[in-house]
């Protein structure tokens, strides 16, 4: 099955700066690729995704790259604020009946003052 | 519309015990699924259903049933509950599309088991 790698597991920056969370997905023939964004005690929520025909996706001050080739994905957060700091997960959806997710395990990040 | 709709939101049980976690959603979605999220695990899926009248194992489903009563509702039983099962499990549900749509999730149930 997909296996989904996440990095870092922690991300601490200050507000103003960029963030940058990877991940990298074992199967090549994952085509679907979103971010979720969970706040503390509340419920993921989906914040961008990407599809496998295309390369960079951005939406305000986020966006997400996807190499194929080398099988990873990123997602960017430019000009951080503290309402950023929560966990971010990527995840990566094998073609087929059920639409699964595998996730990877998250990064926390928090924005400092 | 509610979305997805989990009850309980907390629950504590004595290990042995059995308990049924309840999801609904209204959307009309065709596929559904119960993950578990356990601290630096992420999210690991313990059952789905790709729509009504199918159900399938995920990654981590031993010591779980569950149960697609129609289109709107997935249940996921615990029959005899052990410490490890300690966890916040999440419903969610997405449209059944060859690829590309993302879930939505419902609110957690916070399951304690001592």
């Known amino acids: 099955g997909e296996n989904v790698e996440q990095h870092p597991s922690t991300l601490s920056v200050q507000e103003g700066d960029s963030a940058v969370i990877k991940c990298t997905y074992s199967?090549?023939?994952?085509?679907?690729f979103p971010w979720y964004k969970q706040e503390l005690g509340k419920r993921p929520q989906l914040i961008i995704d990407?599809?496998?025909?295309?390369g960079e996706k951005k939406d305000q001050r986020i966006a997400v790259t996807l190499n194929k080739t080398a099988k990873h994905f990123s997602l960017h957060i430019t000009e951080t604020q503290p309402e950023d700091s929560a966990v971010y997960f990527c995840?990566?959806?094998?073609?087929?009946?059920?639409?699964?997710?595998?996730f990877g395990t998250g990064t926390r990040l928090q924005v400092t003052l | 519309n509610a979305g997805v709709t989990q009850t309980p939101k907390f629950q504590v049980l004595k290990t042995g015990q059995s308990m049924t976690l309840q999801c609904a959603q209204d959307m009309n979605h065709n596929s559904m699924y119960w993950y578990r999220q356990d601290p630096g695990m992420g999210l690991r899926l313990i059952y789905y259903?790709?729509?009504?009248?199918?159900?399938d194992k995920g990654e981590v489903p031993n010591g779980y049933n569950v149960s697609r009563l129609n289109k709107r509702e997935f249940s996921l039983r615990l029959e005899s509950a052990a410490p490890s099962q300690t966890s916040v499990y999440f419903c969610a549900s997405s449209e059944l599309v060859s690829v590309g749509y993302g879930y939505t999730f419902g609110s957690g149930t916070r399951l304690t088991v001592v």
């Open positions: 199967d090549s023939a994952s085509n679907y």
């Open positions: 990407i599809r496998s025909n295309v």
């Open positions: 259903s790709a729509s009504e009248g199918t159900t």
């Open positions: 995840a990566a959806q094998l073609t087929g009946t059920a639409s699964k997710l595998t």
